[in-house]
């Protein structure tokens, strides 16, 4: 279960790389040149890459509206994600669906969704279709605390356990669901604690951890593709950023923000690889410096690539 | 030619189509054992196995998002909503996800899937087992509605739907499902957007969908007797609608009747009656479109009511003979 040290350092660099891209998204923003909204992860990298470093290259997952940082680790190219946000016809999506719906499925990600929840269903079928062409994949599906209480999600664990359908299923939980916090939004302590009512494992992890977060997920997509079924990883984790581009954080204090700033998941496990050797301050800086250059220049190739021609708007509606 | 009734020749459709792809699966509440509500899958799992004609509990929203999924990772699923009102309860999933999933991906994914549906009242089941939704769904890029109103049709555009690569809404219509027609053995295929004359006639046409087509056919046969020579058009695919057959035909006859059961209210025939409007055969309208469809009512219970909230034959010869003696 443990990780090599180089595989280690990967997981610190697409740390630092969403961290990178979404902190660039945001500046964008500001300048006027993202047209649209935006939800970032800023805080919750640890939950991404802890979990999709469980995963084999050809596994799939489902993502989120909260979805840069999913997708990044699951190796997206992040020009073509930055063109996609920038709303270009060599984005992933060809500039039709921006940051909440990028999908990229040669690297096995099923798309982000605009609906809290909407990809909760989905991984039914998915999970049922790996499983009747005995393909030895799995699906891990991502989602909040928020999409914990819809029917979608009650109707989904219910299905994929009964069937013991090869789904990983992980809660980020952030604590709020836009503004409502858990603590208002659930009678229960652990959000994990529901799997009990599917018959199948709950586990609460410390999201802020990714190596914590890797093993959960680990012991979870091991069970799945054995055929033992789902699994219900709850990360805990905060999101510095608001919900969206319109969040004014009327709901939560600026201290209970500094807080968390001070779990930060990235120097927490810088931290850890320069005390067990893997890295030096100056690899680490380094690495932290590669990333940030690599979104600037998915940002100058995002801004050098066409916009999508009007000849093509009605491309793409049906196969 | 051999006659089989509706329900059977859709059993027939799956059943052959899920001989000759591996990848074709049946999904939804009861359809194993049970057979279905109305016994359209009855015995497809003895034949193929609880793998393949999968009974899922009472999770609407879940079985849209797994033929979604599925159909994502190479397989063609088939699945069933109960009751037509009960694809309210999938629609998020329908809406959101199945019918944008290619666009929203840049053109890349496809989603094929066929989610099977009975609509339509007369059996005395009221007001939340008894409505014809299409029209919601005919509404939403992305999205296919198939309605066939014969056994011949109801075969040939099934397994046509199951070999389109996108999600595709096919609407049965209870009271279809006993009526018997010819159907052939082989396996066969109507292009999905080809509508049909099924019958000819000169003095007036008449559009309709579903059992509307039935209810349209015997009144043409009454208002034939009075030397009223009535063509009836039946689009089977709502979307893509064939509209050339449809212009074609008002051309022919210059009056126009409208016939569907849904609500008339935001219902098809609107879009219909826009379509001619809209096309060069407005200039060979003889008098003014009319649309005669349910009344804009929830389906009542008592037998009376009921009967009086749809089109049925008499109001359908009603309406054509007052348009066709130009009273209208």
Same mark, same amino acid.
């Not at chain 1, 999913?70 to 946000?85: R, S």
């Not at chain 2, 006639?201 to 559009?207: P, S």
């Given at each position: 279960?443990?990780?090599?040290?180089?595989?280690?350092?990967?997981?610190?660099c697409q740390m630092y790389t969403i961290r990178a891209f979404e902190e660039k998204a945001e500046e964008l923003y500001a300048m006027g040149k993202v047209h649209g909204t935006m939800h970032l992860s800023i805080g919750m990298e #640890?939950s991404a890459v802890?979990?999709i470093?469980?995963?084999?290259?050809?596994?799939l997952i489902l993502s989120t509206h909260r979805g840069h940082g999913h997708c990044i680790a699951k190796g997206a190219d992040l020009n073509k994600m930055m063109a996609e946000f920038m709303g270009k016809e060599t984005g992933y999506c060809r500039g039709r669906g921006g940051s909440m719906h990028i999908a990229d499925v040669e690297s096995g990600n099923l798309g982000a969704n605009g609906v809290v929840a909407g990809g909760i269903?989905i991984?039914?079928?998915v999970?049922?279709?790996?499983?009747?062409?005995?393909?030895?994949?799995?699906?891990?599906c991502f989602f909040g605390?928020g999409a914990?209480?819809?029917? #979608?999600?009650?109707?989904?664990?219910?299905?994929?356990?009964?069937?013991?359908?090869?789904?990983?299923?992980?809660?980020e939980?952030n604590?709020?669901a836009m503004?409502?916090?858990?603590?208002?939004?659930? #009678?229960?302590?652990?959000?994990?604690?529901?799997?009990?009512?599917?018959?199948?494992?709950?586990?609460?992890?410390?999201?802020?951890?990714?190596?914590?977060?890797?093993?959960?997920?680990?012991?979870?997509?091991?069970?799945?593709? #054995?055929?033992?079924?789902?699994?219900?990883?709850?990360?805990?984790?905060?999101r510095w950023r608001g919900h969206s581009k319109s969040d004014v954080n009327?709901?939560?204090?600026?201290?209970?923000?500094?807080?968390?700033?001070?779990?930060?998941?990235?120097?927490?496990?810088?931290?850890?690889?320069?005390?067990?050797?893997?890295?030096?301050?100056?690899?680490?800086?380094?690495?932290?410096?590669e990333a940030y250059a690599a979104v600037d220049a998915a940002v100058a190739f995002a801004e050098a690539s066409p916009e999508p021609s009007l000849d093509t708007i009605e491309e793409g509606v049906y196969a | =030619?051999?006659?089989?009734?509706?329900?059977? &020749?859709?059993?027939?459709?799956?059943?052959?189509?899920?001989?000759?792809?591996?990848? %074709?699966?049946?999904?939804?509440?009861?359809? *194993?054992?049970?057979?279905?509500?109305? *016994?359209?899958?009855?015995?497809?799992?003895?034949?193929?196995?609880?793998?393949?004609?999968?009974?899922?509990?009472?999770?609407?929203? +879940?079985? &849209?998002?797994?033929?979604t999924g599925?159909a994502l990772?190479?397989?063609?699923?088939?699945?069933?909503? =109960?009751? =037509?009102?009960?694809?309210?309860?999938?629609?998020e999933q329908l809406v959101n996800q199945a019918a944008k999933i290619r666009f929203m991906f840049g053109g890349k994914e496809k989603v094929?899937? %066929?989610?099977? $549906? /009975?609509?339509?009242?007369?059996?005395?089941?009221? @007001?939340?087992?008894?409505?014809?939704?299409?029209?919601?769904?005919?509404h939403i890029p992305g999205l296919?509605?198939?309605? /066939?109103?014969?056994?011949?049709?109801?075969?040939?555009?099934?397994?046509?739907?199951?070999?389109?690569d996108n999600p595709?809404?096919?609407?049965?219509?209870?009271?279809?499902? !006993?009526? !018997?027609?010819?159907?052939?053995?082989?396996?066969? +295929?109507? /292009?999905? *957007?080809?509508?049909?004359?099924?019958?000819?006639?000169?003095?007036?046409?008449?559009? @309709?969908?579903?059992? =509307?087509?039935?209810?349209?056919?015997?009144?043409?046969?009454?208002?034939?007797?009075?030397?009223?020579?009535?063509?009836?058009?039946?689009?089977?695919?709502?979307?893509?609608?064939? !509209?050339? $057959?449809?212009?074609?035909? %008002?051309?022919?006859?210059?009056?126009?009747?409208?016939?569907?059961? &849904?609500? !008339? +209210?935001?219902?098809?025939?609107?879009?219909? @009656? @826009?379509?001619?409007?809209?096309?060069? &055969?407005?200039?060979?309208?003889?008098?003014?479109?009319?649309?005669?469809?349910?009344?804009?009512?929830?389906? /009542?219970?008592?037998?009376?009511?009921?009967?009086?909230?749809?089109?049925?034959?008499?109001?359908?010869?009603?309406?054509?003979?007052?348009?066709?003696?130009?009273?209208?």
């Amino acid at each position: 279960m443990t990780l090599s040290p180089e595989r280690k350092r990967e997981l610190l660099c697409q740390m630092y790389t969403i961290r990178a891209f979404e902190e660039k998204a945001e500046e964008l923003y500001a300048m006027g040149k993202v047209h649209g909204t935006m939800h970032l992860s800023i805080g919750m990298e #640890a939950s991404a890459v802890g979990s999709i470093a469980a995963l084999r290259p050809d596994d799939l997952i489902l993502s989120t509206h909260r979805g840069h940082g999913h997708c990044i680790a699951k190796g997206a190219d992040l020009n073509k994600m930055m063109a996609e946000f920038m709303g270009k016809e060599t984005g992933y999506c060809r500039g039709r669906g921006g940051s909440m719906h990028i999908a990229d499925v040669e690297s096995g990600n099923l798309g982000a969704n605009g609906v809290v929840a909407g990809g909760i269903p989905i991984a039914v079928g998915v999970g049922l279709g790996l499983k009747m062409q005995k393909r030895d994949q799995i699906i891990l599906c991502f989602f909040g605390d928020g999409a914990a209480n819809t029917g #979608a999600f009650h109707e989904s664990l219910n299905m994929a356990a009964i069937w013991s359908l090869p789904v990983v299923y992980v809660c980020e939980n952030n604590q709020y669901a836009m503004s409502l916090s858990v603590r208002k939004a659930f #009678a229960i302590e652990r959000i994990s604690d529901r799997a009990a009512a599917y018959g199948i494992p709950g586990v609460t992890v410390d999201g802020n951890d990714v190596m914590a977060v890797y093993e959960a997920v680990k012991k979870a997509v091991d069970r799945a593709r #054995a055929g033992g079924g789902p699994t219900l990883v709850e990360n805990v984790t905060y999101r510095w950023r608001g919900h969206s581009k319109s969040d004014v954080n009327r709901y939560r204090t600026r201290e209970e923000i500094e807080a968390w700033k001070k779990k930060c998941p990235i120097k927490r496990f810088r931290a850890r690889l320069i005390e067990e050797g893997i890295l030096t301050e100056e690899e680490a800086d380094r690495i932290r410096d590669e990333a940030y250059a690599a979104v600037d220049a998915a940002v100058a190739f995002a801004e050098a690539s066409p916009e999508p021609s009007l000849d093509t708007i009605e491309e793409g509606v049906y196969a | =030619m051999r006659e089989l009734s509706y329900a059977e &020749a859709i059993r027939e459709a799956l059943r052959q189509e899920m001989q000759r792809d591996e990848r %074709v699966f049946i999904i939804g509440e009861d359809v *194993g054992v049970y057979g279905g509500a109305f *016994g359209v899958t009855l015995g497809l799992i003895e034949e193929f196995g609880e793998e393949r004609v999968i009974d899922t509990p009472i999770s609407e929203l +879940t079985i &849209a998002g797994a033929i979604t999924g599925a159909a994502l990772v190479g397989m063609r699923p088939v699945g069933e909503i =109960m009751f =037509m009102d009960f694809i309210t309860l999938a629609s998020e999933q329908l809406v959101n996800q199945a019918a944008k999933i290619r666009f929203m991906f840049g053109g890349k994914e496809k989603v094929p899937f %066929v989610l099977r $549906t /009975p609509a339509g009242s007369g059996t005395g089941a009221a @007001a939340q087992h008894s409505q014809s939704l299409e029209n919601w769904f005919v509404h939403i890029p992305g999205l296919k509605v198939v309605m /066939p109103s014969t056994p011949y049709d109801a075969k040939g555009l099934l397994i046509a739907s199951i070999r389109d690569d996108n999600p595709v809404i096919f609407v049965e219509h209870k009271l279809l499902y !006993k009526v !018997k027609g010819p159907v052939p053995e082989e396996p066969y +295929t109507i /292009p999905l *957007g080809t509508a049909e004359v099924k019958r000819e006639g000169r003095d007036l046409t008449i559009i @309709a969908t579903s059992i =509307m087509v039935q209810r349209a056919l015997q009144a043409a046969e009454q208002l034939a007797e009075e030397g009223i020579e009535v063509e009836v058009v039946d689009p089977r695919t709502l979307k893509p609608l064939d !509209k050339e $057959t449809i212009i074609r035909s %008002v051309i022919k006859t210059g009056r126009v009747l409208i016939v569907h059961e &849904a609500c !008339k +209210t935001g219902g098809f025939g609107g879009e219909l @009656a @826009a379509v001619i409007a809209e096309s060069e &055969a407005f200039d060979y309208l003889d008098a003014p479109i009319v649309r005669l469809a349910g009344r804009d009512i929830p389906i /009542p219970y008592n037998r009376t009511l009921e009967y009086h909230a749809v089109p049925q034959v008499e109001n359908i010869v009603e309406a054509a003979r007052r348009l066709a003696e130009g009273r209208v």
